[in-house]
Structures are given as structure tokens and as C-alpha cells.
């Protein structure tokens, strides 16, 4: 399991799968580890543990290894990021201890706050993908693996959008040879992942593997593929929230959201740069679940709005505040307020595991390209280039055990349940 970037989220995820594996804690959020799904007719009774469906990996055969900007080992960035308590971190500290970072590709140009020591040397960024494919092979062989899976848990990088060097392979080869702009550090991780043969998730905003050029190669090498940036406090509740005004047809005037985080992760966004690419991952989500065209009495003038403000006595400890103004019944003027005193990385650690564990399941599935079922833990989700993305979580959980019982050969649920009634 690799994570380029071993700052907070990946520590707490690293952290806690060693926790669990010990019987020290619960894998509260995760899942793969504590959901059920329903199978067969209401009466049947049979709804066993997803895990006990589909064959996922066991925790206790996750090994660990990342790549980061810092030389810090997984105890001492976990440390550094204060998000677990000392009490706990003990426990597991030397098995962090022992999960040191590979040097990363790293570029400043694309992380404006961010300054490191630990970072690949290359002419060009084609020769750091070439080093990242050797470590990805090095540390399979020398962990003894069958299998590796990778998600992208480093710092969101500037805003880019797609251009002509993306759309395909050639292009994009020839791009990394001539150290273009438009290719980031992230995309060399991509491209040595499915280069590799290696699943890759994307846990942050960046354009990263959702460009033409990386879909049609993780196709070409069956390798799956996804992202974008984990869906976990705000977004969260918006794309619970959302669904409900329009399932009960209440306008809507204004969503204004914004938060206040203290981490290493708030400090980079504190970059207008990174900001915008956090943006427009944070402001997808209602467009596409209010659908305003075909609403354009509720939702015609939105206005919706994101602030991150980056205020570091909170550390990872995030509050998002939300002001939401709904109008009902012959327009009359509503307002709901959402303060959310979240954890960040408490949040975003469980949604790693499950990734982790769906995408090496989806690659031995013979599932490759993006994978649209794991929309549910992403705030901007990949898909096929002619669709627009899904955002309700609870139809993206729907499609999620609908594949699950799909690849076990069981019966989709319509919740249609007129037989019930003949
Ligand atoms: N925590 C959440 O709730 C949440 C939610 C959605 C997305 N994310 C995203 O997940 C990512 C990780 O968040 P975090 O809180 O752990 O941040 P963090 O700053 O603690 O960790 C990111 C790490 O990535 C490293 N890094 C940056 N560029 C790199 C590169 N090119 N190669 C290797 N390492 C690199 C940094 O040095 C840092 O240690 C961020 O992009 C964040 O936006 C987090």
C-alpha cells in the first residue's frame, strides 16, 4: 500500500490499521470493515459483512511504504501533525518508526508552500517517473508482494486544466521528456503507478489521472484508476443535504460555506494557486445534484460560495460552518446552519482503507479505467468522459453494493418490493 505523501492523513491511516490489526481500536468509518449489505429479498435475512462477501485483502497482510518531500518517518510526521493523541502513537511507535519515506518528485512550481529536502534528482520529469516505477518495483520485491495499490495522500497542487499534452499517451510521454508545465509531480506518480501495473486513487483535488491520455493508458494496461479528492466533512454533508432539498422540491438561494483548519494541508491551501483547485472540487457538487436546468424554479440563481481560511490553532482539528437559504412553500425564506467541529484526518484515514482495499479488489475483478462505483468517497468524482459525475451519496452507496452483489453474481436491488405485496 503506497501513499505518495506521508503527512497527516496517511500517519492516522497508517496509525490506525495498526491499531485495529492489534485489537486496540474499532475501524470506525471504514466500509469495508464494518458494513453489511443486503442480499436477496427482504425476507431472506441474508445480509452478511461486505468484507465477507467480496475477497479483500486482510489488514493483517497491508504492508506500508510512501514517498514524501520530508525525511520525517511515519512516527515522527505523525508527531508533527498532532492528530492522534501521544497515548496512542506510542503504541504503534515502532512500527511507524520503521515506515521511512522514498525521496519524492517534487516540484515547487506546484506546492508554493511546501519546501523539502527529500526530493528526486532527474533532467527530466520522464526520469522521475522512471525512479518511481523502481522504487514501486524495489519495494514490492523487497517486501515480498503479490499485489500493490497506490493513493494519492500529498498536498493538493495548483490549479491546471486540461490541455493538449494530456490527451494522449504519446503527447503526454513526449511532454515529460521536454519537462512541460502542464505535467505535475503527481501525474509522473500516476503514470508510474498504471505503468506498473499499480491501481491509483486520487485523494486530492489535482487533475492528476483524470486527463485522456492516463484513462485510455490505466485502460490499455488494466490497470483501475480514480478520484478525485476524498469526500469527508463538508462535502459530506452537502451531498446529504442537497438530495433532501430537491427530493422535497424546497429552493434554494445561497450555500455559504466555510472553514477554518490549522494543518499542513490548510497551509498550502492558503495558496491561491492550490486554493482554486480545492475550489472547484468543492463547488461541483451542488450544480450536479440540483440540477438547476431542470429545476430552474428552486435553482436557478445559486450562490454558492467556498472560503478556506488557514488558522493554525485549530490544527487538524477543521470547522466548517455552513449557511444554507432554502425557500419553501410560496417562497417563503428558510435558513439552516451546519457546524461541523470535524477531524480532518480522523475523517479521511477509514476512506484511505477502503479505497486501498476496493481498487486492488477492482484490478484482480478485471475492472480497469475509472471506476464510477467509488464515486461515494470522492468530493468530485471521475467519470466516463460523455456522463456528468453523481454526487448523492446515497445513490453513489447504492451503486457501490450494487456492484459488489454484480461481481458476486447476486441480484441487483431496485427496492421496487412489489412481490411483498401480491
Ligand atoms: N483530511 C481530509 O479531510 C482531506 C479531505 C480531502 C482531501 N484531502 C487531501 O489529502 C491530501 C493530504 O492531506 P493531509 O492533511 O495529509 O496533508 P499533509 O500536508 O499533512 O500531508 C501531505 C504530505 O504530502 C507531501 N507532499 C507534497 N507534495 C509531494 C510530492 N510531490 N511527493 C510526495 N510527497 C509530497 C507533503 O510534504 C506532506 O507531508 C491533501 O491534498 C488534502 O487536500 C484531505
Known amino acids: 500500500m503506497l501513499t505518495p505523501g506521508m503527512g497527516a492523513v496517511s500517519t492516522t491511516f497508517m496509525a490506525g490499521v495498526e491499531l485495529v490489526r492489534r485489537g486496540e481500536s474499532v475501524p470506525v468509518g471504514s466500509l469495508t470493515q464494518l458494513g453489511t449489505i443486503r442480499l436477496g429479498k427482504r425476507t431472506e435475512g441474508r445480509v452478511p459483512k461486505i468484507k465477507d462477501l467480496v475477497p479483500l485483502a486482510k489488514l493483517d497482510d497491508l504492508v506500508f511504504g510512501g514517498w ?26 515502532k512500527f511507524l518508526k520503521t515506515i521511512k519515506p522514498m525521496k519524492a518528485a517534487f516540484d515547487q512550481n506546484y506546492v508554493k508552500n511546501l519546501q523539502g529536502t527529500n526530493v528526486k534528482k532527474g533532467k527530466t520529469k520522464f526520469d ?68 506498473e501495473g499499480v491501481p491509483f486513487a486520487n485523494g486530492a483535488p489535482n487533475l492528476t489521472v483524470d486527463i485522456p491520455a492516463l484513462e485510455d493508458f490505466a485502460k490499455s494496461r488494466e ?42 494541508d490548510g497551509e498550502v491551501l492558503d495558496d491561491p494557486g492550490s486554493f482554486k483547485t480545492k475550489e472547484e472540487s468543492k463547488l461541483g457538487a451542488l450544480e450536479y445534484i440540483l440540477q438547476p436546468k431542470l429545476y430552474p424554479e428552486l435553482y436557478k440563481t445559486i450562490h454558492h460560495k467556498v472560503r478556506i481560511n488557514y488558522y493554525p490553532p485549530r490544527g487538524d482539528n477543521k470547522e466548517g460552518w455552513d449557511n444554507i437559504d432554502i425557500f419553501g ?16 484526518s480522523i475523517l479521511a484515514a477509514p476512506i484511505v482503507l477502503d479505497l486501498a482495499l476496493f481498487f486492488d479488489l477492482a484490478k484482480r475483478a478485471g475492472m480497469r479505467g475509472i471506476q464510477e462505483w467509488l464515486s461515494f468517497y470522492f468530493k468530485s468524482p471521475m467519470c ?29 436491488i431496485t427496492h421496487l418490493g412489489a412481490e411483498y405485496y401480491d
Open 223 to 264: 490497470v483501475p484508476i480514480g478520484g478525485k479528492d476524498f469526500k469527508t466533512g463538508q462535502t459530506l454533508m452537502k451531498t446529504v443535504l442537497a438530495p433532501a432539498f430537491k427530493a422535497r422540491m424546497l429552493g434554494l438561494h445561497g450555500w455559504f460555506s466555510t472553514n477554518i483548519l490549522g494543518n499542513r
Open 68 to 93: 514524501d518531500v520530508f525525511p520525517d518517518d511515519a512516527y515522527q510526521a505523525a508527531a508533527k501533525a498532532g492528530v492522534l493523541d501521544a497515548k496512542d502513537l506510542v503504541k504503534v511507535q
Open 384 to 412: 466516463a468522459r460523455e456522463l456528468y459525475p453523481e454526487h448523492d451519496l446515497f445513490i453513489q452507496l447504492t451503486k457501490l453494493k450494487n456492484t459488489l452483489r454484480w461481481m458476486k453474481g447476486e441480484d441487483l
Open 128 to 195: 522521475l517517473a522512471e525512479q518511481i516505477r523502481e522504487d514501486i518495483r524495489d519495494f514490492k520485491k523487497k517486501n515480498k508482494l503479490d499485489r500493490l495499490v497506490m493513493v494519492w495522500c500529498a498536498s493538493t497542487e495548483v490549479f491546471l486544466k486540461p490541455e493538449s499534452v494530456h490527451q494522449d499517451l504519446p503527447s503526454f510521454e513526449k511532454a515529460m521528456k521536454e519537462n512541460h508545465p502542464a505535467i505535475a509531480p503527481s501525474m509522473l506518480y500516476a503514470y508510474a503507478a498504471i505503468s
Open 329 to 344: 412553500w410560496l417562497g417563503y425564506p428558510m435558513q439552516i446552519k451546519v457546524d461541523f467541529l470535524c477531524r480532518d
